[in-house]
T-cell receptor
């Protein structure tokens, strides 16, 4: 079946540090891959996506590359800010338009 | 542009009581989804509607959960009777139909349910 595994949190970084949140997936067919962000008390917001192998999604300084050979979609940012503190969810969407989410990784950025 | 509207934002009920949540999707979105997000976990799909028909309810605990979308627009999700393990955030999402690969997929802010 389809599933997403992401690194457990919380991840605590100092401002301007480099961020990596690992995400791997298992899927049949050709899924699309997503990163969503959830700020406290708010809904899920799409951060970036990639729809096919080797695509790179990017937004607000975050980026992730769809790696079919390693079934991964790791999230990276070169220099995090306090305002990036949130919970990040990796997800895949299968050919039937169903989403499968990872368990989320909480990021705390300290000034 | 108006987003996916959900109400109430918060609800606290005692176990064995009933509760209902409401969702108004983005105008023009034919597909509507209800997700359950338990604390510390990612959202899990409960039910998917295409217009007023159910596409997938395989993960919906049908002995206590029900959902409807009678006119193909608004939707309600009901729990009767509630259990402690139903405490979660219930998210509604909507999108254009599958033929457009779920274009415009948008989540609401959710309803946080606490069962005591």
């Amino acid at each position: 079946g389809n599933s997403v595994t992401q690194m457990e949190g919380p991840v605590t970084l100092s401002e301007e540090a480099f961020l990596t949140i690992n995400c791997t997936y298992t899927a049949t067919g050709y899924p699309s891959l997503f990163w969503y962000v959830q700020y406290p008390g708010e809904g899920l917001q799409l951060l970036l996506k990639a729809t096919k192998a080797d695509d790179k999604g990017s937004n607000k300084g975050f980026e992730a590359t769809y790696r079919k050979e390693t079934t991964s979609f790791h999230l990276e940012k070169g220099s995090v800010q306090v305002s990036d503190s949130a919970v990040y969810f990796c997800a895949l969407r299968d050919n039937f338009n169903k989403f499968y989410f990872g368990s989320g990784t909480k990021l705390n950025v300290k000034p | 542009e108006a987003g996916v509207a959900q109400s109430p934002r918060y609800k606290i009920i005692e176990k064995r009581q009933s509760v209902a949540f409401w969702c108004n999707p983005i105008s023009g979105h034919a597909t509507l989804y209800w997700y359950q997000q338990i604390l510390g976990q990612g959202p899990k799909l409960l039910i998917q509607f295409q217009n007023n028909g159910v596409v997938d309810d395989s993960q919906l605990p049908k002995d206590r959960f029900s959902a409807e979308r009678l006119k193909g627009v608004d939707s309600t999700l009901k729990i009767q009777p509630a259990k402690l393990e139903d405490s979660a955030v219930y998210l509604c999402a909507s999108s254009f139909p599958d033929g457009l690969k779920g274009y415009g997929y948008t989540f609401g802010s959710g309803t946080r349910l606490t069962v005591v």
